[in-house]
Every structure is written in C-alpha cells, then in structure tokens.
C-alpha cells in the first residue's frame, strides 16, 4: 500500500552545510544537505524537505542559502549567526589524490535550540543527520535533541559519515540508540564492529547491528562493487535482505552518491515499497550522480519515478 498521496511527508537534513574550496572554484556541499536537495530533487512523493543547520552571515552563506532554495528546500531553519560559514580547504596533489582540511568554530558548529526546532521535529516523518556535524557540543545537543524529539513512527536516519579526528566511540555510541535506520559504508562497517564488539562478515554485522539496535533498515554501501540492504520483517521471521552490484556508469565525480542513495531509500520507505525496487532504485540515482558532476545533480524526469 502507498502513502496517501494528500498528504505531504516533512523530510529534514541535519547538520553541516559547507562549501568545498578548490583551487579553481568552491562547491557547495555538506552530507546533509546533498541528502536534503537529493530527496527534494527526486520528487517521487509528495514533500516538504527542510535543511536544519546554520550558516554565517557572509557571501558564502548566503550562497548557500539560495543554493538550497535552488533546489526547493525549505530554508527556515537554516539559521544565520556571526561564525563565518563552513568551508573545507581541498588540496589535490601531483597523483590526483584530495585532501582536506576543515575550518574550525564556523557556523554549523554553533545550531541554536527553538520552538520552531521543536515543532518542526514533532512533525517530522524522516531526518537525516551524520557525525560531522556532531564535532562541537552546541550542534551535538542540538541535533541529538531534535533527532530524539521526533515521533516514534518517524525515520531517523544515521549515516554516520565518519571524518577523522571529528568522531569517537562515544559519540557513536550515543548516536546509534537514537536512530532506526543505519546508512554506512564499507569503511564504515568495520568501525562499527569494533566499537560495538561484533564479529563475522559484513552481512553478518549488518544482521547483528539491526537486531541490536531494533533497526527498521540497515544500508552498507561498497563503492563500485555492490550494496547490501537488511530490514526488519516486522515478523519473528528473519530479516529481509536484498544485495545488489552497483550499476556501471562512466564516472565524472562520485561525490554526493551516497547522500543519493540514502535520499532514496528514505522517500522509498516513506512510499511503502518493496525492498528490491526501492534499492534498484537507489541504486539507479546514485549510479547518475556518479555520472555528473557536482554533489546534486539534477536527476532525469525518468528516475524520479521509481
């Protein structure tokens, strides 16, 4: 059974909005804003998508916040403070390979609790948040409390996202408990093993993780070779589990495939589908954002729909 399609499901992206400096020109970015323009430019349900985060009152910033409008998210509760907005220093070297350094106490760092926070939270049916954007207390509090003052039928979705030094087991493992859906990738996984004591191969730790954690879906990515999806029967049954290759395409840019794929599985869960279409499909979207470049391409008319 789908959704009812009168009524629109309120999706949130929570935490770092950052702009990528590279030599030549900056690109705007931020896991969970790539994810929150993703579930808006998919358009495969009736939605509003908001970005929760917090940017500087400077050039950059307010860049960001006409980037954001650009792709029909809601902008409200992107707040504006006196920290400058988040930029990564990206440097390539002589064999192609990135590095990156991010600035320190900018605007994301600093989220601010409001009503509006708490009424947006009350009605949300998905947020996604990360790591990163848990790196300063203020946002750590923040986006904890939202994310915990949802409803229990909402889909809080962790994709951990992990950025050295700006984790901890700690901060895993007061994240986890909070979330139902799990989105992490193959060099994710094994971190998560390590910092919950579980053992076996990947599928087997995805299975341990969603029985632990009581998870409605678990997502592992491995690149160019396939991902694997575990959710919950809602049966004593065992486990539904779809692994599937990843699609072949000509790769321009791999950034922002992940936050596609998760944009995905979530307006899929939200539209009640089967588990193989809705990962064919995630699938899909993400093999196109490969194919582009830029973190949040527009997708094709074609793909909306899945």
């Given at each position: 059974?789908?959704?009812?399609?009168?009524?629109?499901?309120?999706?949130?992206?929570?935490?770092?909005?950052?702009?990528?400096?590279?030599?030549?020109?900056?690109?705007?970015?931020?896991?969970?804003?790539?994810?929150?323009?993703?579930?808006?430019?998919?358009?495969?349900?009736?939605?509003?998508?908001?970005?929760?985060?917090?940017?500087?009152?400077?050039?950059?910033?307010?860049?960001?916040?006409?980037?954001?409008?650009?792709?029909?998210?809601?902008?409200?509760?992107?707040?504006?403070?006196?920290?400058?907005?988040?930029?990564?220093?990206?440097?390539?070297?002589q064999h192609g390979s990135a590095s990156y350094e991010f600035a320190a106490d900018v605007a994301w760092d600093n989220l601010q609790w409001s009503a509006d926070l708490a009424n947006l939270a009350a009605n949300a049916d998905a947020v996604c948040w990360g790591t990163l954007g848990q790196?300063?207390?203020?946002?750590?509090?923040?986006?904890?409390?939202?994310?915990?003052?949802?409803?229990?039928?909402?889909?809080?979705?962790?994709?951990?996202?992990?950025?050295?030094?700006?984790?901890?087991?700690?901060?895993?493992?007061?994240?986890?408990?909070?979330?139902?859906?799990?989105?992490?990738?193959?060099?994710?996984?094994?971190?998560?093993?390590?910092?919950?004591?579980?053992?076996?191969?990947?599928?087997?730790?995805?299975?341990?993780?969603?029985?632990?954690?009581?998870?409605?879906?678990?997502?592992?990515?491995?690149?160019?070779?396939?991902?694997?999806?575990?959710?919950?029967?809602?049966?004593?049954?065992?486990?539904?589990?779809?692994?599937?290759?990843?699609?072949?395409?000509?790769?321009?840019?791999?950034?922002?495939?992940?936050?596609?794929?998760?944009?995905?599985?979530?307006?899929?869960?939200?539209?009640?589908?089967?588990?193989?279409?809705?990962?064919?499909?995630?699938?899909?979207?993400?093999?196109?954002?490969?194919?582009?470049?830029?973190?949040?391409?527009?997708?094709?008319?074609?793909?909306?729909?899945?």
């Amino acid at each position: 059974m789908t959704q009812d399609p009168t009524v629109k499901k309120i999706i949130v992206g929570l935490g770092e909005i950052l702009w990528d400096i590279f030599p030549d020109a900056a690109r705007f970015g931020g896991a969970p804003a790539n994810f929150a323009c993703s579930a808006a430019g998919l358009k495969s349900i009736p939605a509003e998508v908001y970005m929760l985060s917090a940017v500087g009152s400077d050039s950059l910033g307010n860049r960001a916040i006409q980037t954001i409008k650009d792709h029909g998210v809601r902008v409200e509760t992107v707040q504006q403070n006196s920290k400058p907005t988040g930029q990564v220093n990206v440097t390539i070297d002589q064999h192609g390979s990135a590095s990156y350094e991010f600035a320190a106490d900018v605007a994301w760092d600093n989220l601010q609790w409001s009503a509006d926070l708490a009424n947006l939270a009350a009605n949300a049916d998905a947020v996604c948040w990360g790591t990163l954007g848990q790196r300063s207390q203020a946002s750590q509090n923040v986006i904890q409390k939202f994310a915990s003052a949802t409803k229990p039928e909402c889909l809080r979705v962790l994709d951990i996202n992990l950025r050295s030094p700006f984790w901890n087991e700690s901060l895993l493992k007061d994240s986890l408990p909070i979330a139902n859906v799990l989105k992490c990738n193959e060099d994710e996984l094994p971190v998560l093993s390590r910092t919950f004591d579980m053992n076996g191969d990947d599928h087997s730790i995805l299975l341990q993780l969603q029985q632990r954690f009581s998870l409605k879906l678990v997502a592992l990515t491995r690149g160019a070779q396939d991902s694997i999806l575990v959710r919950e029967s809602g049966t004593i049954h065992e486990p539904e589990t779809s692994q599937l290759p990843s699609i072949s395409t000509q790769v321009v840019d791999t950034v922002g495939a992940g936050d596609c794929f998760t944009s995905a599985i979530v307006l899929g869960m939200l539209n009640d589908m089967r588990l193989a279409d809705l990962h064919h499909w995630a699938c899909q979207v993400s093999a196109y954002v490969c194919s582009q470049a830029g973190a949040t391409p527009t997708i094709p008319v074609e793909l909306n729909q899945p």
